[in-house]
Structures are given as structure tokens and as C-alpha cells.
């Protein structure tokens, strides 16, 4: 398919951040579907771990009104005097906007407030040990198959009385009956929500959506594309205002990327240094 590609700069401070790959039909200025790689995936997903009270504070940050009377109700909040409080001086910050661990923070607050937004994670929890008996001699009803295991070092095994001593090795695996790398195992991986490998089609409404190729000839049939000359590819990087952006424009719109990214809506209205 010939396209036209069409950059747009990313916003000042976020360098190297999620893209989004933008089809475009000319005519209409609509955008069909945009192409979602893992991170930009996680950062979608993470709008939805935003609480009310801190896309409250972020959209008045960069001087964007809160959808209905949610930015009046987080105003008036904030305005109140430490006396109508029962702890007498409340962190604020903690109490009218939370920041519970979100891909989509870094972006939303940018710079040193997201570092502060987000606690560190908690140390991973220790390896599971477990044991079973010896087996005992040959006349043991555990001799040479023991059948019962334990987290407990020395518990006494049920079916022989023996204490549960000798370790046993676990080996992890995944749903197919594969074993799992020593990084799935302990629980590590890149992070986020979606796997690396994962790119997704999202649409214009933001819903998500497993990429293939039958899928985007399919939306193509969709919306009635025949000539492959009235589309346009456009990629877009994704900063602090493309982030606030769409954190609003999702609370409002069906058509989400196409205000934001295809002339519904003006980025550069959006100060991110407010």
C-alpha cells in the first residue's frame, strides 16, 4: 500500500516515547485505525488506572477543564481550609489525587512528578521451598513413592509419620505444558501490562484489538476504502500534551484519535509547561 508518511513531533521532554502508526483517510480527515506497539499499548491501558481525582489535577495543570463537574468538585476540594479536615493538615496531593501505579503516569505528569507519583515496587516475595519424608525403609508406606509435600521443614508426614526433610526442586511452567524461563518463574518480565512481542490495532474509539492481516483488510472493506491513494500513514509520538490530550478527549469522544491527531482537537493549545 502506497502511503504518504507524515511526521509529527513529539512533545518537548519526551524523546524516544510510545508511537502510534496512524491511518488516515484524506478526505474525511477520520482516522481509521492506528498500529500499537507494547508501550504505547501500556500507556492506553494505564488511562484506565487513572483515578478520577488525579486526571482532575492533571487536566487543570495544562489549563484543561475537567469533563462535567468533576474539575469544580476537585477545585473546591482542594480549596477547602486544613480545619474542615480530619487529620488538621492533609496531604492533599495523596488524599484529592492518588497516584496508584499506572503506565500511563510518566507520561500524564511528566518528568520529576512522575518519579514521585509512582512507589517503588515491592521486593519479589521469597522462593517456595518444599519438602517431602525420606521414604523410610521398604516396609514404610512412603518407601520409595512419597506422595505428600510441605512448605514446613519437619512437619511429620501424614501417611508415614516421618519428618518432611528432604527438599524438592520445583520446575515452573507455562499453560501449554512448557517449561518457563527462570525470569518467567520469578515473576520478572519487561513490565506494563502486554507482552513485547504484541502489536495491537487500535481503533478510533480506542478499543484494542489483536493485529493481523485479514483484520485491517477487513476495516478497510469497513469503511469503504477501495483506492489505496486517499490514505494517509501518519506517525505520531506520544508526550505530555498528546498524553493529556487523549485523557480528556476519551472521557468525552467516540472518536478519540481522530481529535486528537487529525485536526478535531489543537495539540498546541496544550501548555506543558503550565
Not at 36 to 43: E, P
Amino acid at each position: 500500500m502506497a502511503t504518504a508518511a507524515k511526521e509529527v513531533a513529539p512533545a518537548k521532554g519526551a524523546a524516544g516515547g510510545p508511537q502510534l502508526k496512524l491511518l488516515v483517510d484524506k478526505r474525511s480527515r477520520r482516522v481509521l485505525y492506528a498500529e500499537a506497539r507494547k508501550d504505547a499499548v501500556d500507556f492506553l491501558i494505564g488511562l484506565l488506572r487513572v483515578p478520577a481525582g488525579l486526571a482532575a489535577r492533571v487536566l487543570a495543570k495544562h489549563g484543561e477543564r475537567a469533563p462535567g463537574s468533576l474539575g469544580a468538585l476537585y477545585a473546591g476540594a482542594a480549596s477547602l481550609d486544613d480545619a474542615f479536615f480530619v487529620s488538621g493538615k492533609p496531604n492533599r496531593a495523596a488524599l484529592l489525587s492518588p497516584a496508584p501505579p499506572s503506565a500511563a503516569l510518566p507520561l500524564l505528569l511528566g518528568g520529576e512528578d512522575a518519579a514521585g507519583a509512582l512507589p517503588p515496587p515491592p521486593p519479589p516475595p521469597p522462593a517456595k521451598r518444599y519438602f517431602r519424608c525420606a521414604g523410610g525403609p521398604y516396609y514404610s508406606s512412603c518407601s520409595g513413592n512419597p506422595t505428600t509435600v510441605t512448605d514446613v521443614s519437619g512437619l511429620p508426614c501424614p501417611v508415614c509419620g516421618q519428618p518432611m526433610t528432604v527438599e524438592m526442586k520445583w520446575t515452573p511452567g507455562d499453560a501449554q505444558g512448557k517449561p518457563a524461563t527462570a525470569q518467567e518463574a520469578a515473576g520478572e518480565g519487561s513490565g506494563g501490562y502486554v507482552k513485547d512481542v504484541v502489536t495491537c490495532l487500535v481503533m478510533d474509539d480506542l478499543t484494542i484489538e489483536p493485529i493481523s492481516t485479514i483484520s485491517a483488510i477487513m476495516l478497510l472493506k469497513k469503511f469503504n476504502i477501495s483506492d489505496s491513494s486517499v490514505l494517509e500513514e501518519m506517525t505520531v509520538e506520544l508526550g505530555t500534551k498528546e498524553a493529556v490530550m487523549l485523557l480528556r478527549v476519551s472521557m468525552e469522544s467516540a472518536t478519540v484519535l481522530t481529535d486528537v491527531f487529525s485536526g478535531g482537537v489543537a495539540i498546541d493549545r496544550v501548555d506543558g509547561d503550565q
